[in-house]
Protein backbone atom coordinates (compact mmCIF):
# COMPACT_ATOMS: atom_id res chain seq x y z
CA UNK A 1 0.00 0.00 0.00
CA UNK A 2 3.29 2.53 0.04
CA UNK A 3 2.03 3.64 -3.03
CA UNK A 4 -0.98 4.70 -2.27
CA UNK A 5 0.93 7.36 -0.01
CA UNK A 6 2.25 9.17 -2.84
CA UNK A 7 1.49 12.76 -2.99
CA UNK A 8 -1.32 12.54 -0.24
CA UNK A 9 -2.54 15.98 0.74
CA UNK A 10 -3.24 16.93 4.12
CA UNK A 11 -3.08 20.26 6.71
CA UNK A 12 -2.51 19.99 10.71
CA UNK A 13 -5.93 21.26 11.36
CA UNK A 14 -5.41 21.37 15.32
CA UNK A 15 -3.30 20.65 18.31
CA UNK A 16 -4.56 19.55 21.46
CA UNK A 17 -2.80 18.78 25.04
CA UNK A 18 -5.06 16.38 26.62
CA UNK A 19 -3.01 15.59 29.54
CA UNK A 20 -0.12 17.23 31.68
CA UNK A 21 1.31 16.55 34.72
CA UNK A 22 3.81 16.64 36.83
CA UNK A 23 4.39 14.70 40.04
CA UNK A 24 7.33 16.04 42.07
CA UNK A 25 6.34 13.04 45.09
CA UNK A 26 7.68 10.85 42.18
CA UNK A 27 10.89 11.52 41.74
CA UNK A 28 13.46 9.89 42.84
CA UNK A 29 17.67 10.66 42.79
CA UNK A 30 18.28 7.20 41.22
CA UNK A 31 19.11 6.75 37.26
CA UNK A 32 16.65 4.36 36.81
CA UNK A 33 14.49 6.37 35.51
CA UNK A 34 12.72 4.75 32.38
CA UNK A 35 10.80 6.95 29.35
CA UNK A 36 7.54 5.28 27.62
CA UNK A 37 6.18 6.63 24.84
CA UNK A 38 3.35 5.22 22.81
CA UNK A 39 0.48 6.48 19.86
CA UNK A 40 -2.48 5.57 18.84
CA UNK A 41 -5.12 6.98 16.00
CA UNK A 42 -8.37 7.42 15.32
CA UNK A 43 -10.77 9.11 12.37
CA UNK A 44 -13.61 11.47 11.82
CA UNK A 45 -15.28 9.78 8.10
CA UNK A 46 -17.25 13.23 7.92
CA UNK A 47 -14.69 15.85 8.23
CA UNK A 48 -11.33 13.36 6.80
CA UNK A 49 -9.83 13.90 9.77
CA UNK A 50 -6.76 11.63 11.42
CA UNK A 51 -6.35 12.11 14.89
CA UNK A 52 -3.05 10.86 16.55
CA UNK A 53 -2.68 11.02 20.35
CA UNK A 54 0.96 10.61 21.10
CA UNK A 55 1.31 9.00 24.81
CA UNK A 56 4.92 10.24 27.11
CA UNK A 57 5.65 9.20 30.61
CA UNK A 58 8.86 9.15 32.72
CA UNK A 59 8.71 7.02 35.61
CA UNK A 60 10.61 5.46 38.01
CA UNK A 61 9.63 1.79 38.18
CA UNK A 62 6.35 2.66 38.49
CA UNK A 63 5.52 5.89 39.73
CA UNK A 64 5.18 8.40 37.17
CA UNK A 65 6.34 11.69 37.70
CA UNK A 66 5.96 13.38 34.12
CA UNK A 67 2.95 12.72 31.68
CA UNK A 68 1.95 14.27 28.42
CA UNK A 69 -0.76 12.82 26.23
CA UNK A 70 -1.17 15.40 22.74
CA UNK A 71 -3.57 14.89 19.29
CA UNK A 72 -2.93 16.26 16.49
CA UNK A 73 -5.83 16.72 13.42
CA UNK A 74 -4.98 16.20 10.50
CA UNK A 75 -7.40 16.98 7.60
CA UNK A 76 -7.26 14.91 4.35
CA UNK A 77 -7.87 16.03 0.91
CA UNK A 78 -11.25 14.82 -0.32
CA UNK A 79 -8.96 12.55 -3.37
CA UNK A 80 -6.69 10.82 -0.66
CA UNK A 81 -8.93 10.54 1.38
CA UNK A 82 -11.09 8.52 -1.48
CA UNK A 83 -8.16 5.91 -2.33
CA UNK A 84 -8.19 4.86 1.37
CA UNK A 85 -11.76 3.91 1.41
CA UNK A 86 -12.94 0.43 0.33
CA UNK A 87 -16.33 0.03 -0.97
CA UNK A 88 -16.16 -3.21 -1.47
CA UNK A 89 -16.24 -4.30 2.72
CA UNK A 90 -16.49 -0.79 4.07
CA UNK A 91 -13.12 0.11 5.40
CA UNK A 92 -10.88 3.17 5.39
CA UNK A 93 -7.37 1.63 5.24
CA UNK A 94 -4.26 4.40 6.13
CA UNK A 95 -1.48 3.44 4.79
CA UNK A 96 1.40 3.19 7.31
CA UNK A 97 3.88 5.74 5.45
CA UNK A 98 1.13 8.26 6.04
CA UNK A 99 0.56 7.01 9.48
CA UNK A 100 4.35 7.67 10.05
CA UNK A 101 4.94 10.81 8.59
CA UNK A 102 2.08 12.40 10.73
CA UNK A 103 3.18 10.68 13.94
CA UNK A 104 6.28 12.19 13.26
CA UNK A 105 5.15 15.64 12.99
CA UNK A 106 2.80 14.87 16.03
CA UNK A 107 5.61 13.72 18.20
CA UNK A 108 7.95 16.10 17.17
CA UNK A 109 5.39 18.83 18.36
CA UNK A 110 5.13 17.07 21.73
CA UNK A 111 8.52 17.27 22.40
CA UNK A 112 8.11 20.79 22.10
CA UNK A 113 5.29 21.36 24.12
CA UNK A 114 7.05 18.97 26.66
CA UNK A 115 10.16 21.64 26.70
CA UNK A 116 7.96 24.45 27.11
CA UNK A 117 5.82 23.16 29.73
CA UNK A 118 8.88 22.17 31.91
CA UNK A 119 11.38 24.87 30.97
CA UNK A 120 10.85 26.54 34.60
CA UNK A 121 10.56 23.52 36.67
CA UNK A 122 12.88 21.09 38.55
CA UNK A 123 12.18 18.93 35.39
CA UNK A 124 13.59 20.92 32.93
CA UNK A 125 16.32 18.35 32.28
CA UNK A 126 13.64 15.43 31.33
CA UNK A 127 13.68 15.85 27.50
CA UNK A 128 11.46 13.63 25.15
CA UNK A 129 14.31 11.70 23.52
CA UNK A 130 14.43 11.01 19.99
CA UNK A 131 11.55 7.95 18.74
CA UNK A 132 11.99 5.60 15.83
CA UNK A 133 8.53 6.73 15.05
CA UNK A 134 8.32 4.55 11.41
CA UNK A 135 9.74 1.44 13.68
CA UNK A 136 6.50 1.93 15.58
CA UNK A 137 4.21 1.32 12.99
CA UNK A 138 3.87 -2.08 11.92
CA UNK A 139 1.05 -2.11 9.42
CA UNK A 140 -1.83 0.19 7.78
CA UNK A 141 -4.78 1.46 9.67
CA UNK A 142 -7.85 -0.21 9.05
CA UNK A 143 -11.14 1.60 10.47
CA UNK A 144 -14.61 0.72 9.91
CA UNK A 145 -16.37 3.00 7.95
CA UNK A 146 -20.01 2.58 9.04
Given at each position: MSSKNKGVGFALQGL???QFAIFPE??????NQ??????????????????????????????????LVLSANFNIEEKSWE????????????????????SAITVSTARG????KLE?????????PLVNVAGMIKEDAVFESD
Open positions: KTENISDTEIVSTGLSFSINIEKRIIAVISYLEFHNEDKVFVKSFTSTENNKIIVPKGLLGHLVLFAVTQFSKYLM
